[in-house]
C-alpha cells in the first residue's frame, strides 16, 4: 500500500474510532452536565460532579490526542481510563436480568472493543499522518533506543 493511502486510511479510522468519545463528550455530557452527574450519582458514583468533569476532560484529551496522533499513545490511556470505569459503573450486566442484560452486555462488548482499540494504540502508536510520526515523538522509548 503507498503511503499516502496509508496515510490517509490511518486518519480517517483514528477519526472514526475517536468520535464515539469526542461526541459523547460535546453532544451529551457537556450539554446535560446536570443530568448525568445526578445520573452518575444514583450509580453511586461519588463526587459526581468532580467525576463528571474528569470524564469530560479524558474524553476530550484523549480523542482530540488520538485524531491528531500527538501523543497519541497518552490519548489512548486516557480513552482506556476512561472506558474501564465507564464500563464498570455503567454496563454491568452481571447485575441485571432479562433485556437490561441483553442490552448492557452489547454494551460492555462494545467498549471492551474500544479498550483493545487504545490497547493497541498505545502498542503501536497513531501510525502516519500523526504528529507523533512526523514531528518524531514517535514512542516514549525510542529517546532510550528501546522500541
Known sequence: MCKQTAGLLALLGRVAICAIFFMSAVAN?????????????DKGIPAAGFALALAIALLLLGSISVVI????????????VFLVL????????????GESLRVQQIMFMKNLSLAGTMLL??????????????????TACAATGVE
Open 29 to 41: 455530557k457537556i450539554p446535560n452536565f446536570q443530568k448525568v452527574s445526578e445520573h452518575m450519582a
Open 69 to 80: 496522533g500527538f501523543k497519541a499513545r497518552w490519548g489512548a490511556l486516557l480513552l482506556l
Open 86 to 97: 465507564a464500563t464498570f459503573y455503567f454496563h454491568d450486566f452481571w447485575n441485571m436480568d
Open 121 to 138: 494504540i498505545m502498542a503501536m502508536g497513531a501510525g502516519p499522518w500523526s504528529l507523533d510520526e512526523c514531528c518524531g515523538t514517535k
